[in-house]
């Protein structure tokens, strides 16, 4: 007989044939930091910086737009940048409500999306408007600011008077003859007809003692305008070239005691 195993042994503890196999068992264990090579830290440091560096341009390219669209949102597309108020500077011969009516802005339109130079092309057809400009004042106004005509002449017209500046545009019309403005009288006053350019001429060229003495710019026709003086005393211009030369010339023969003087070849003068 065999002999048995011996007291207190079990098979396969002593190595023999009938032992297990010792299981094996693997454990991820996190290297310290010494354990990476300091010029492999430098690189992988690197490499994140330059990850970085490039990533950070989009992240603020894309913030920028996200915030500009929605500023564009805001003022273009929202009433919480609108039209509340129309302020009008310089006006005189108009009224403000006139202006208002003439830019046409309704209310709570989005101020960025106003058009300045039509707005104030707009302004610029009323008559008594030279010219207009119109400026944003966020976050809910609109300025308009007007230079209006400056009145030289009055002209006759079936019993009333229309007011003209130097170019001749009539921007206004009254039932008496505006004080302190001498008349013009031409069949049809404008900033197209001759006749008006030529008499704006002559009185433009008028010193101060002769526009003193002055009632009126007779004009006929382009060769025949006649100053009309106080006391029914005339002066001859002629045409209205050389006209400071006329001036000059016929300033100097005031105190003559003439009722009529030509001066229409500034050279040869003549009275009556």
Partial sequence: MSPGPARGRTPGQDGGAGRRNPVRRWQLVRAGADAVPPSTRRFMARARQRRMRAALPWAVAAAVVAVAALVAWTMLGTGLFGV?????????????????????????????????AATARRVGTLPPVARATVERDWPGA?????????????????????????????????????AGLPLVRVAAPGPDDPGTRAGLTVLAALGAKLRAELVAVDVAGLARITLVLRGDRQI??????????????????????????DVSAPDVVTFQ
Avoid at 95 to 107: G, M, N, Q, S
């Fill in 84 to 116: 509340r108020e129309v302020r009008v500077v310089g006006a005189r011969l108009v009224t403000p409500v006139e202006i208002r009516d003439a830019a046409a802005v309704p209310d709570d339109t989005p101020l960025a999306r106003v058009d300045l």
């Fill in 142 to 178: 609109l300025v308009i600011r007007v230079v209006e005509r400056v009145p030289v002449a009055a002209v006759p017209q079936g019993g009333r008077f229309a007011v003209v500046d130097a170019a001749g545009v009539v921007f206004q019309r009254a039932d008496r003859a505006p």
């Fill in 236 to 261: 001859f211009w002629g045409d209205a070239s050389r006209s400071a030369d006329k001036s000059t010339v016929a300033t100097a023969l005031l105190p003559r005691e003439a009722d009529r003087i």
